[in-house]
């Protein structure tokens, strides 16, 4: 008899350690499946409280959008024509203000946050001019920031906005130099 109770002993504190379970994992669903609820909700009404992308996704966007750029250039300058635009797929539109490109000797794809800065990916493709007005400008180092108005910084304290959600971002000259394109050019794609 006293083997009975042990075995039911047991499988009772067995039960209640799968109902302990149970209720973490379950409640954690629960509150998983109501913030897609309400999320779905605020999608429906347009509030806007859930638009915000995560960190993480923001991180991959921009660096696939770097990556895309980069080809895009390389693209560009190796096309026989001149004088001409180089197409873009997206321009500056998958960056975000947590972003910067900066252009020295390579141009890096830079995270910034507090100050701080981790850089997310390079290339050894470097666009060191800017058109505007069909004038050639020449930059130094140029930091690209992607906030409300997308523009870029270079060593002499220059600013130049880009056009607003243009993806005609860049130009080649008949030097075959690619050059950042900053205002409206009348001129055909490469």
């Known amino acids: ?61 921009a660096k696939k959008n770097f990556d895309i750029l980069m080809n895009e250039i390389n693209t560009c300058s190796k096309s026989a024509n001149k004088e001409c635009k180089c197409k873009t797929s997206k ?10 490109l900066q252009i020295i000797d390579k141009t890096k794809l830079v995270y910034i946050k507090d100050k701080n800065e981790l850089t997310m990916a390079e290339s050894n493709n470097v666009v060191k001019c800017y058109y505007k007005a069909n004038t050639r400008y020449l930059t130094g180092q140029v930091k690209i920031k992607f906030d409300d108005n997308v523009h870029f910084e270079d060593s002499n304290n220059e600013k130049e906005e880009f ?21 409206n050019i009348n001129k055909n794609y490469c």
Not at 163 to 183: A, G, H, M, Q, R
């Open 163 to 183: 056009i607003l959600n243009s993806k005609d971002i860049l130009y080649k000259n008949n030097n075959n130099e690619i050059c950042w394109l900053v205002s």
């Open 1 to 61: 008899m006293a083997e009975f109770t042990l075995n039911k002993l047991g499988s009772m504190l067995f039960i209640a350690a799968v109902l302990v379970v149970l209720m973490i994992g379950g409640a954690q669903l629960l509150w998983g499946a109501g913030k897609s609820g309400i999320k779905w909700i605020d999608s429906q009404l347009g509030l806007g409280f859930f638009n915000e992308q995560d960190l993480t996704t923001k991180n991959e966007i």
């Open 91 to 100: 321009g500056f539109s998958d960056f975000s203000s947590i972003h910067e």
